[in-house]
């Protein structure tokens, strides 16, 4: 991965599109993956809010990326979305590579805790969408202690299944009623993604925000990496190591053929979408 191919390679874009990234970008195999760290993020859903903006954000990794590379309808999800945060630190050194050197990772559960808490002085209120059944509860819970005063306007743990279209009628109805300024969603990548596109002009809420696994994270269900093996890039292994038959596919196929397509892409030979990135 030479310089003389990193310089014939694009690398950023700033220029706001209709429903689409709206901060400079670094593309990552034709995904604009946000060039930000946490402050941003957190301060430019603020003023999405504030303005009235009606944005989702996608907290994407490696595992997510490949998905947009199989699926056009997944990869079209993610070039309307208005942030897609470096989650991932292989996304971060990639972005890095690629021109952007203040980019930090933006962990899904970092993000989440880092806008609860600045909700708390601004009045945002919050929708949690996802979890098993009592994990919203928990989460609630847990994050009313952790941050007083923090406004829950609702909870829903929707079924191990599509909802028929009068349970998603009534899914909208019951968030819009709840006056939520954002909805957490966490029912796993790449659904989530495609429920917020699905839903973004159905729900009055200006800020959508797919969080995967961080609902069981932060309601302590599951088990989170140590934060030196997140430095490293070393949390796949942690993942794996903890749910081995759900998450075997996800990082011993995915994870490899992530490095050819970038390697590709730095040779000028990994196809990009085209016009998009």
Not at 219 to 237: C, N, V
């Amino acid at each position: 991965m030479g310089a003389a191919n990193l310089s014939s390679m694009p690398k950023t874009n700033s220029a706001p599109q209709p429903g689409g990234p709206v901060l400079p970008h670094a593309n990552i195999l034709g995904i604009p993956v946000s060039a930000i760290d946490l402050p941003t993020a957190v301060e430019t859903i603020g003023q999405w809010i504030e303005q009235g903006q009606r944005h989702y954000v996608c907290v994407s990794n490696v595992h997510t990326i490949m998905e947009c590379q199989k699926d056009d309808a997944i990869r079209e999800v993610f070039h309307q979305a208005g942030m897609i945060t470096p989650d991932g630190m292989p996304l971060v050194w990639v972005s890095r590579m690629l021109g952007q050197p203040g980019v930090q990772r933006v962990y899904g559960p970092d993000l989440m805790l880092s806008v609860l808490e600045e909700s708390v002085a601004r009045g945002w209120s919050h929708y949690f969408y996802g979890g098993a059944p009592g994990v919203g509860a928990i989460l609630a819970s847990g994050m009313n202690s952790r941050f007083p005063g923090l406004r829950v306007a609702g909870i829903f743990s929707p079924p191990f299944r599509p909802l028929n279209s009068q349970e998603e009628v009534e899914v909208v109805n019951r968030i819009n009623d709840s006056g939520a300024d954002i909805v957490w969603t966490g029912i796993g990548a790449p659904r989530q993604e495609l429920w917020m596109a699905k839903h973004r002009q159905q729900l009055n809420a200006p800020v959508l925000i797919g969080v995967g696994a961080a609902f069981d994270f932060l309601s302590g269900i599951k088990p989170q990496a140590p934060r030196w093996m997140m430095a490293y890039g070393l949390e796949w292994l942690f993942r794996l190591k903890t749910e081995p038959r759900r998450l075997w596919r996800r990082y011993l196929y995915y994870n490899p053929l992530f490095v050819w397509k970038v390697a590709l892409q730095f040779a000028g030979l990994q196809r990009r979408s085209a016009g998009r990135a």
